[in-house]
């Protein structure tokens, strides 16, 4: 699920997708009338600045609607109540799933955070909330986390095993079943 579509879930809003060449056709002539018809009606009307075209706009859409608006099956107002604003923050924004590492560190676009709260061991899984307004917030089930960014050189990073490496002067023959074997391919102390 695209976060577009996880927003629209949350907020109740069913997303129909133009799975139909006619739907798509549909949209795609709207597109070509408005880079068609409409450059050509400001052309006609000598209009350069984006002012200009905006207060044209308010004249040429009435106009469009009115001639290719269908009526609607039932009347009223669909609307629902607006949300509040700090509800909307929690869904219009991105949402990514990270692991919680056993020191509480969680690593989000090349950062280290650390959580300054302590989870159970069940619940290894937090959602981070990247807002528009660029902020984050980590969400663990119904409740948000306290966190601190830290240096990633502080991180503790796993030694690395070195390579086993072939003591000099001894041959490395490959097994019986290597690839090697399969195409008669003379082994290398062989050529010397």
């Known amino acids: 699920m695209s976060q577009f579509e996880r927003a629209m ?10 799975n ?11 597109f070509g009338t408005f880079q068609d018809r409409l450059i050509k ?15 044209f706009l308010k004249i040429f859409l009435p106009k469009y609607n009115k001639m ?5 099956t039932k009347e009223g107002d669909l609307h629902r109540k607006k949300l509040a604003d700090n509800e909307l923050d929690k869904i219009l924004c ?3 799933e990270r692991k919680v590492r056993n020191d509480g560190v969680i690593r989000y ?23 528009l307004d660029g902020s984050l917030q980590i969400k663990s089930k119904d409740s948000y986390l306290k966190f601190k960014e830290i ?14 490496t072939n003591k000099p002067g001894r ?16 082994t290398y102390a062989n050529h010397y």
């Open 9 to 18: 879930k949350e907020l109740k809003i069913i997303v129909i997708h133009a």
């Open 20 to 30: 139909s060449p006619q739907a798509k056709g549909r949209i795609e002539r709207l």
């Open 41 to 55: 009606e400001m052309r006609l009307k000598k209009i350069k600045s984006k002012d200009e075209a905006n207060e």
């Open 68 to 72: 290719f608006a269908v009526s609607p």
């Open 94 to 96: 991105i949402k990514t």
């Open 109 to 131: 676009n090349n950062r280290f955070y650390q959580l300054e709260n302590t989870l159970r061991r069940r619940e290894k899984v937090v959602i981070l909330e990247d807002r």
């Open 151 to 164: 240096d990633p050189r502080l991180i503790m990073k796993t030694p690395v095993q070195k390579k086993q």
């Open 171 to 186: 041959i490395y023959i490959p097994p019986k079943d290597h690839p090697w074997r399969k195409f008669n391919i003379k």
